[in-house]
C-alpha cells in the first residue's frame, strides 16, 4: 500500500500533481541577499510606453465593461492579421481565434476541450512545468519522449512515433522550446506532421517564443501541409512584447476545437481583461520595432553566455530561440538540484534545476538570459567560482 498521506477534502486527481519544482528554489532566493536571478522566465524590458498608454487611455474613455467572450473583434481581427503576415497561417477571427488570460490558460481549456479519461498525451522534453499537470488535470496521461543534448534537444519523427499507443490522442510541442531554446526547421517539423496524419493526431504547438527565433525564420506547425485542421496554436504577447504581467495570449484553432475552448473559457474566466486587450491591440499595430531591439538585445546576451559557458569548462548547445541557455553540469558529479542549490547558497546565483523540466534535463540548468549583461557577467564568474571549488 501506498505511505502517501491523502486529504479526503482534496480529488485524488488534484493530489497527485507535484508542485512547482521551480518554485522552491524563488521561494530560497526570496529570502537572501545579493541575488542575481537567471531562472525568471520573462523580459527584463518593461512594457512598451505605447502599449501601456493605450490600456490607460481605454480606461480614461471608460471601456471597463465585459468583453465579448472570445475578446474584442479588433483585436482578434488584428491577431488574424498579424499571424498571416509574419507567419503564413490564416484564421478567422470570428470563428478561430480566442483570447485568453495568458497562453497557459489556452492550453489548459485545450486540453480539457479534447482529453478523455485516460486519452494519451506525447509531450516533447525537455518541456515547460505546466504541461504535465495540465494533461493530468484534463484527465489525461501525459507519455514523455525525452530529447538530448547531443541532438540539439531536437526531437524526431522516429522518437514520437515509437511512443504511440491506441490510446495517443495528440502531440505537444513548444519550439523555440522552454527550457533548451531548441528550434526545429521546415523539413524536421514536416516529418513530424506526416506522423501526425498517419496517426490522426492533434497537435498542440505553443509558439509562445516564435518571434524570439534568432538564426533561422520560425515555422509554425499550422502552416506546413494539412495541418491546420489538427493544430492547436497556442502563443500570446507575454515574451515578445514583453507584457508577462498583463496575462494575454490567444489560441488558434479550427472552428469546432475552439467553439469547444470557447465553452470551457466562458463559464471559467468570461473574458480576459478588456484593458489589457487594447494595450495588445497597439502592441500588434505598432509594437515591431521594440520587438526587434528587445530580439537583437537577446540575441547578444544569448552569444555572450553561451560562449562564456564554454570558457569555464560547461558545454552548452546554442539555443536557437527562447532567450534560456541549457548548460550541461553533469561534469561536476552533481544532480541538476544539487548543483543549483550550492550555486545558490554559496554564490547567491539562482537558476533552475533541469530535471524539474522532464526527461532529459537532468544534468543541466536552466539560465535565463534575459536579464542586464552586467548580471550576465557577475553570474559567470560566480558560477566560475563555484566550479573550480567542486571540480
Known amino acids: 500500500m501506498s505511505n502517501v498521506k491523502t486529504n479526503s477534502r482534496l480529488s485524488h486527481r488534484v493530489q497527485q500533481i507535484k508542485p512547482s519544482g521551480i ?169 513530424i506532421a506526416l506522423l501526425a496524419e498517419k496517426h490522426d493526431l492533434l497537435v498542440f504547438s505553443d509558439e509562445i517564443y516564435a518571434e524570439l527565433s534568432y538564426d533561422e525564420c520560425h515555422v509554425s506547425f499550422a502552416s506546413l501541409p494539412n495541418m491546420k485542421e489538427r493544430t492547436i496554436l497556442i502563443s500570446g504577447f507575454s515574451k515578445s512584447f514583453a507584457m508577462t504581467g498583463w496575462r494575454l495570449g490567444f489560441v488558434l484553432a479550427p472552428e469546432d476545437l475552439l467553439a469547444a475552448m470557447l465553452k470551457l473559457h466562458q463559464y471559467s474566466l468570461m473574458c480576459a481583461p478588456t484593458m489589457a486587450q487594447y494595450g495588445a491591440l497597439e502592441a500588434l499595430k505598432s509594437g515591431m520595432d521594440d ?39 553533469e561534469k561536476t558529479g552533481l544532480t541538476s538540484e544539487q548543483f543549483a542549490e550550492k550555486l545558490l547558497l554559496e554564490e547567491r546565483v539562482a537558476v533552475v534545476p533541469g530535471h524539474v523540466f522532464g526527461a532529459g534535463g537532468e544534468g543541466h540548468i536552466r539560465c535565463s538570459y534575459a536579464t542586464s549583461m552586467d548580471n550576465l557577467e557577475q553570474s559567470v564568474e560566480r558560477m566560475e567560482r563555484l566550479l573550480k571549488k567542486i571540480t
Not at 480614461?60 to 465579448?68: K, M
Open 23 to 191: 518554485r522552491r528554489f524563488f521561494d530560497l532566493a526570496s529570502k537572501m541577499d545579493n541575488i542575481i536571478s537567471l531562472g525568471v522566465g520573462e523580459p527584463d524590458f518593461v512594457t512598451p510606453w505605447n502599449v501601456r498608454e493605450a490600456s490607460i487611455s481605454s480606461l480614461e474613455r471608460g471601456f471597463t465593461a465585459y468583453s465579448a467572450n472570445a475578446g474584442i473583434i479588433e483585436l482578434r481581427r488584428e491577431i488574424s492579421s498579424y499571424m498571416t503576415k509574419r507567419f503564413s497561417v490564416q484564421y478567422d477571427p470570428e470563428s478561430e481565434i480566442l483570447v485568453t488570460v495568458g497562453a497557459s490558460e489556452a492550453i489548459d481549456i485545450g486540453m480539457r476541450a479534447i482529453l478523455n479519461e485516460g486519452d494519451e498525451v506525447i509531450i516533447v522534453e525537455p518541456s515547460f512545468v505546466s504541461y504535465v499537470p495540465l494533461v493530468q488535470m484534463a484527465g489525461g496521461v501525459p507519455i514523455s519522449v525525452g530529447t538530448n543534448n547531443e541532438d540539439n534537444f531536437k526531437v524526431s519523427a522516429k522518437q514520437i512515433e515509437a511512443a504511440i499507443t491506441d490510446r495517443t490522442k495528440a502531440l505537444m510541442l513548444c519550439f523555440p522550446n522552454n527550457p533548451t531554446g531548441a528550434t526545429m526547421n521546415r523539413e524536421e517539423m514536416l516529418e
Open 291 to 329: 520587438l526587434e531591439r528587445m530580439k537583437q538585445s537577446y540575441k547578444q546576451r544569448r552569444n555572450y553566455v553561451v560562449k562564456s559557458f564554454k570558457e569555464i569548462g560547461l558545454s552548452c548547445h546554442m539555443p536557437g530561440g527562447a532567450f534560456y541557455a541549457f548548460p550541461s553540469i
